[in-house]
């Protein structure tokens, strides 16, 4: 037995729709600045091409957003650890930080719903955090503390094969821990009903 490599990309149909519709906007402001710029569409005289350097600075933005998006929710598992690139948002607006950590130190995991950013900071624009809490899968790690990676992106097919390879993983390191699976994929729907109350926002 070895330890499997493998990169998780969100699949979840917000995600993919998210990325699309901004990928769209991008797409489309671009070819409209070409078309503009290259007198194919006539603005008329009176028209002021200022307008095409702001176009142009909200499709890089769009771009930006998208990529940082997506790198921000990448989870990649490792011969011997597992790592997140983590946002590349300024400190005011991050959500996820860069994370790593060894499969041999893991203790157990959980999964957690939070309106704090993955180190349990509030955001610090304007004191709020995301309108809808994000989920995170917790690892408590055997010197007691805590790491955080957002899955709020992904599919529960995906999360399940990504916990059934980090299982696998901290087998192959010598961990003698073992998650339960089952148990942790009992939390993955928990904003439904009554278990509202387990959303964390102070811890």
């Known amino acids: 037995m070895k330890s499997i490599k493998k990169r998780f990309i969100p699949l979840s149909f917000g995600f993919i729709f998210l990325n699309t519709f901004l990928w769209g906007l991008s797409i489309l402001a671009l070819i409209l600045i070409i078309l503009i710029c290259c ?26 957003s998208s990529i940082n998006f997506l790198f921000g929710l990448i989870i ?30 893991i203790k157990s995991a959980k999964i957690i719903y939070s309106h704090l950013n993955s180190k349990r900071q509030t955001i610090q624009l304007k004191g709020k955090g995301p309108s809808m809490p994000i989920k995170y899968i917790e690892f408590l790690l055997t010197d007691g503390k805590k790491e955080r990676m957002a899955v709020s992106y992904y599919t529960r097919k995906q999360f399940i094969i990504m916990l059934n390879l980090i299982k696998n993983n901290m087998k192959v390191s010598g961990n003698v821990n073992r998650l339960n699976i089952d148990e942790i994929m009992q939390e993955w729907h928990s904003l439904v009903g009554e278990k509202n109350k387990q959303i964390d926002y102070l811890l």
Do not use: H, R, W
């Not at 091409?49 to 499709?59: F, G, K, N, R, T």
């Not at 990649?76 to 790593?100: A, H, M, R």
């Open 39 to 64: 007198n194919v569409i006539d603005m008329g005289t009176s028209f002021d091409y200022s307008m095409c350097i702001v176009v142009a600075l909200a499709d890089i933005y769009l771009f930006y």
């Open 76 to 105: 990649n598992l490792k011969e011997s650890e597992i790592y997140t690139y983590g946002d590349f948002y300024p400190k005011v607006l991050k959500l996820q930080y860069k994370c790593s950590l060894s499969y041999k130190d």
